[in-house]
């Protein structure tokens, strides 16, 4: 009988040792895969980090250029005024200098609405009905032939950038 409890108390030690070699097995386990986790986590980090401040650097520098090709517009316009200075220093009659400058106002302003509409700059048309997000009211006037509401003079043409507007018209309207 003692025989068999000391192969018994072998067993259960024997037992007891696999067991307790398991556990320090899967805890080893388990530590590496923390570790690995943990600096998986660590390079995400740093990898989100770097991609934030480079989002910022990349927003910062389209604010800071949001008005380039607005400015690359701008300059044939300038060109046009350059060309209509140089035109006035000629030795041409007074009238026929009018008549150049004239003609060339004409065009430089059509360029320059044109290069303000390509960027979503409109004028506010004349023949709208009154409205007070876009008009500016400065008078009112009885008119025979105008109904109640409508726009009779425009003292000052408005703005507006897509749906926005940039500048009320100062409009004369019908009682």
Known sequence: MANENNKEDENIVENDERESEAVENEFDLLQNELKELKDKYARVHADFDNI?????????????????????????????????????????????????LKEGIELTLKQFMTALEKHGVKMVSHDEPFDPNIHNA??????????????????????????????????????
């Not at 604010?63 to 060309?83: G, W």
């Not at 032939?145 to 950038?161: H, L, N, R």
């Open 52 to 100: 934030k401040k480079r989002l910022e650097r990349e927003k910062y520098t389209a604010v800071e250029y949001a008005n380039e090709k607005f400015a690359k517009d701008m300059i044939p316009v300038v060109d046009s005024l350059q060309m209509a200075l140089k035109s006035a220093e000629t030795d041409a009659t007074p009238e026929k200098l009018i008549e150049k």
């Open 138 to 175: 400065i008078q009112s006037v009885d008119h025979p032939e105008i109904e109640s509401g409508q726009i009779v003079e425009t003292f000052q043409t408005g703005y507006k950038y897509k749906e926005r507007p940039l500048r009320e018209a100062m409009v004369v309207v019908a009682n």
